[in-house]
């Protein structure tokens, strides 16, 4: 198989990090012949496969409709005897469907959907996603699929490969006191952290409202946010507004995540319509127990009671009293590390995720070969 990647997001997200992931399990596996990421030129995705030697070629990318780019996809495609085409993300596949229809790009297409979200809503979506070459929709989870249905005619299309990490990437698993020395936290409270971009879905008005009720409760803890995103000076003035500046801790967009992860005694998600929450892997790597949402993909990743706990969305109260029992029992803490990095392996490891994810690609190629 001759497969190229393609996006043009320039944000670095969860999904971009998949593409790297799935990038070298393909090499390290042998599962392709050889392979190409095809991106955005100014985007993080560029940058880093740059960094790690893989074969990228960034080109410019004026808009989902940008036709140049469209050309020059087809064009890389005939020089590089391309087999398949794995889109990324919505304005790659609007490029990909354009390659088709105005140059002649006649390779399958094959999409990749992370994003619970209809799709139905004008005749230009529906119709690319229906689009002929468009061969396979692969969707990280169920609910996924369930919202697709809206719009895609051929449900067959439809298939479901999870979330993948990469547990070598996250081998820390003891605590060494990095963040309470950063930000001057006393040794006996715990960290209550949580890892999100400041996007409405995500809901971190939960989150702090969640806080809230814990602080009430005289939990002795500290709460860290990491990331970034368009909603945070929001959320800081909700802080602020409850008074819970000197609780809540913002620690910014970082990428040293699998030093600080393990740093949290709990991790709380209150994620409202999550397609996995591949961050909630990244937690059982580094064998910190959960409270998240049941909401979206989410029980898909966490098992009640098995893995770790569910709280109902948007629901403060309901969370602060997950936190609470979880916190205050040592040993349902142990079985929830121990069960969650057993089925983290099982499930939703690069090698894992990878070969299911080839033999979807090489079934499309079967079939229209």
Not at 19 to 28: K, M, S, T
Not at 175 to 197: M, S
Not at 293 to 309: R, S, Y
Request: aromatic share 10%.
């Amino acid at each position: 198989m001759r497969l190229i990647q393609v996006t043009v997001s320039k944000v670095w997200r969860g999904h971009e990090q998949k593409i790297i992931y799935l990038y070298e399990a393909f090499r390290d596996l042998g599962y392709v012949e050889d392979q190409w990421i095809v991106c955005a030129k100014n985007s993080e995705i560029y940058e880093i496969a740059t960094q790690k030697n893989m074969q990228v070629i960034g080109l410019e990318c004026k808009s989902e409709y940008d036709l140049k780019f469209a050309k020059s996809l087809k064009q890389i495609a005939d020089k590089n005897k391309a087999d398949i085409v794995f889109i990324h993300n919505s304005h790659s596949h609007t490029l990909s469907v354009l390659a088709s229809v105005f140059y002649g790009l006649k390779i399958p297409l094959v999409l990749c959907r992370t994003l619970i979200k209809r799709v139905d809503t004008n005749f230009f979506r529906k119709w690319k996603y229906n689009y002929k070459g468009i061969k396979k929709i692969i969707c990280v989870s169920y609910p996924v699929v369930d919202v697709l249905k809206y719009a895609v005619k051929d449900e067959s299309k439809l298939c479901v490969v999870g979330s993948v990490t990469d547990i070598n990437k996250f081998t820390k698993q003891e605590k060494t006191g990095v963040l309470h020395k950063e930000f001057h936290i006393p040794r006996d409270y715990k960290i209550v952290g949580n890892i999100a971009a400041f996007t409405g879905f995500k809901d971190h008005v939960t989150w702090v409202n969640a806080v809230e009720e814990l602080v009430k409760r005289k939990i002795k803890a500290k709460y860290i946010l990491i990331g970034d995103g368009e909603l945070e000076q929001d959320i800081r003035d909700l802080v602020a507004q409850k008074g819970l500046e000197e609780h809540i801790i913002f620690a910014g967009f970082r990428k040293n995540i699998p030093e600080l992860l393990p740093e949290f005694d709990l991790f709380m998600f209150t994620s409202n319509n999550e397609p996995t929450g591949g961050v909630l892997l990244e937690a059982y790597a580094c064998k910190v127990p959960i409270v998240a949402a049941d909401a979206g993909g989410i029980p898909e990743v966490v098992v009640e009671n098995e893995t770790g706990l569910l709280a109902k969305v948007g629901d403060p109260i309901d969370f602060a009293n997950k936190v609470e029992a979880l916190m205050t029992n040592s040993e349902l803490q142990d079985k929830f590390k121990q069960n969650g990095y057993q089925f983290l392996k099982e499930n939703f490891t690069k090698d894992v995720i990878s070969k299911k994810m080839f033999n979807e690609l090489q079934a499309v190629l079967d079939q229209y070969q």
